[in-house]
């Protein structure tokens, strides 16, 4: 099946099927605050302030890569980039395999234009990357002015996937590869079905500067591919992975760089409860994607705003005036 058949089938399904884990969550909810009646701080005073991998951001969000590729895509990406460059976040594209593939495509990924000033993460999945030198992917970054790279790992997916390519040998050696070669940062983030302590162990052993956990409870990459196949082949395997907070928790001890808490991040106080656990920031996608169809550009914003205002009050609430010092202030009970 051609990429853009299938990128515009997993588009469809996340938009009109729930995908979402069903039994297993987060367990960000089993993090228990150390709620603070006494705060002593000012509201006005919390600040989110952030650097990631040498650029600021107003608070510490980076939307997680979705869509690129397909004629639909360059208005998704356009809509939530100009929301983040009015908040000041951070954004990524989905895989640019379609535009390595045909340059023709590089426009639906294209956001430079509306969006001049945000960190912006290019993206390409790790069974891939063997497929180009450095210098092609350097290309494919430079058409569309990324600052970094993440390499996405999908084996749960590529596994269930009816036409997937679920040959993982040799990736943390192409990761090494890659992310020593390139002249920007490279890091390695999972599509929401976690990354484990002896994973990010090896992972730190790279060059890689980053982690970006998306791990299980939000939306189920292994739902979507069971909701394509014919049959319902990989329904079995719908709540596979590891929760979000024992992924950050995991991660955090293996690896010293920054940490993004992803996959059902769903509030600003799940973002706290993250923080809590040792991440850094955090990243959403589905609802964000979900605001852009609802409301373009300016419902993003709103969504993501409400967000940032959840997270100002959770941090106040711990007496914590900044999201490193929310750190171990509550614990995961389970
Ligand atoms: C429609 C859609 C397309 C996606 N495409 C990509 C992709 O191309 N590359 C990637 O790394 N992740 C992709 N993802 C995964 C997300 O980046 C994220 O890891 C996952 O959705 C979990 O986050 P959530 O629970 O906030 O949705 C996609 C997600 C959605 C909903």
Redo the contacts with the bound molecule.
Sequence with gaps: MAIKDR?LD??RI??NKD??FREKTTWLEKVLLEYRCLPEIDLSDICLETEFLGRKLKAPIVV?????GIAEAKKINKDIAKACEALGLGF?I??QRAMLEDPKLTETYYVRDVAPNIFLAG?V?VTQIKDYSTDQMEQALDSIGADAL?I?L?AAQEAVQRDGTPNFKGCLKEIARVARGLSRPVYV????HGISFSVAKELAKTNIKAI?V?GA???S?VA?EALRSKNGFGKVFWDFGIPTASSIAECRKAFKGPIIA?????SGLDAVRAFVLGADLI???????KAQQRAGSKGVEQYLKRIIEEMRIALLLIGAKTPKEALGRGRLSL
């Design positions: 990128k997993h588009l996340a938009l995908v979402q997680s890569g979705m869509v690129g990524g989905g895989s993206n999945g993440a996405h999908n983030k999972e599509v929401g970006d998306q409870g939000g939306t990459w979507i992803s996959g059902g991040i769903r990243g959403i996608a589905l609802p964000v994607l």
